[in-house]
């Protein structure tokens, strides 16, 4: 069963550090990896998008790291601000019999204190 | 503005009801998905459609329906068969195939009184 993991549910850090959230996969056969960002009570928007055959994504402050081989992703964000206070999701795009399927994780609720 | 919409963005419904979701974009996307989110956990896959006319089951089907006669339209029905309908539904379309991502609504939540 495909399966994707994120761990901490919950992060909180003071203003102004680098963190790192944690994505972790069961199946290497994926087509791409995605991060979005959840506002309480909001849709999702989509931070970055990592194809199967790329190793990162950058975007501003936001990188992305995928490692198909041990079923890992990482999102980093450096210089955090209260504004990134939010549910971060990370979804994979596995291949199943030729077919695809979106599969999301729990998310971590990141906190960022002033 | 091209995007997606639902409504309402609140919703109450009585137990035996059966109750319609409204989604619309006008991104001129061939597919688009119904998941349910339920707190701490993430999104699960209700129905999807690939084109006009035709959707599949997602992992939840149970105790919801479909249709899908317009590219722009997507409403999902919560019926009575559902046993626990209370959550957050989100609606979201991309490009049939392709690398592209989803694009998500603003959600409405279903509560059942």
């Known amino acids: 069963k495909q399966e994707v993991t994120q761990i901490p549910a919950a992060l909180s850090v003071p203003e102004g550090e680098n963190l790192v959230l944690n994505c972790s996969f069961t199946?290497?056969?994926?087509?791409?990896l995605q991060w979005f960002r959840q506002d309480p009570g909001k849709g999702l928007t989509s931070l970055l998008l990592?194809?199967?055959?790329?190793r990162e994504q950058t975007s501003g402050r936001l990188n992305a790291s995928l490692d198909k081989s041990s079923g890992r992703s990482t999102l980093y964000i450096a210089a955090s601000q209260p504004g990134d206070s939010a549910t971060y999701l990370c979804?994979?795009?596995?291949?199943?019999?030729?077919?695809?399927?979106?599969?999301f994780g729990q998310g971590t609720r990141l906190t960022i204190n002033p | 503005d091209g995007g997606i919409t639902q409504s309402p963005k609140y919703l109450f419904r009585k137990e035996g009801q059966n109750v319609t979701l409204s989604c619309e974009q006008n991104?001129?996307?061939?597919?688009m998905y119904w998941y349910r989110q339920d707190p701490g956990q993430g999104l699960r896959l209700i129905y999807y459609?690939?084109?006009?006319?035709?959707?599949q089951k997602g992992d939840i089907a149970e105790g919801y329906s479909v249709s899908r006669e317009k590219k722009e339209s997507f409403p999902l029905t919560v019926t009575s068969a559902q046993k626990n309908p209370t959550a957050f539904y989100l609606c979201?379309?991309?490009?049939?195939?392709?690398?592209?991502?989803?694009?998500f609504g603003p959600g409405t939540r279903l509560t059942v009184l």
């Open positions: 979201a379309s991309k490009t049939a195939g392709g690398p592209d991502t989803q694009y």
């Open positions: 199946d290497s056969a994926i087509y791409n």
């Open positions: 990592i194809q199967s055959s790329q």
């Open positions: 979804a994979v795009t596995f291949i199943i019999q030729g077919a695809q399927k979106l599969v």
């Open positions: 991104l001129n996307h061939d597919a």
């Open positions: 459609s690939q084109i006009v006319n035709d959707f």
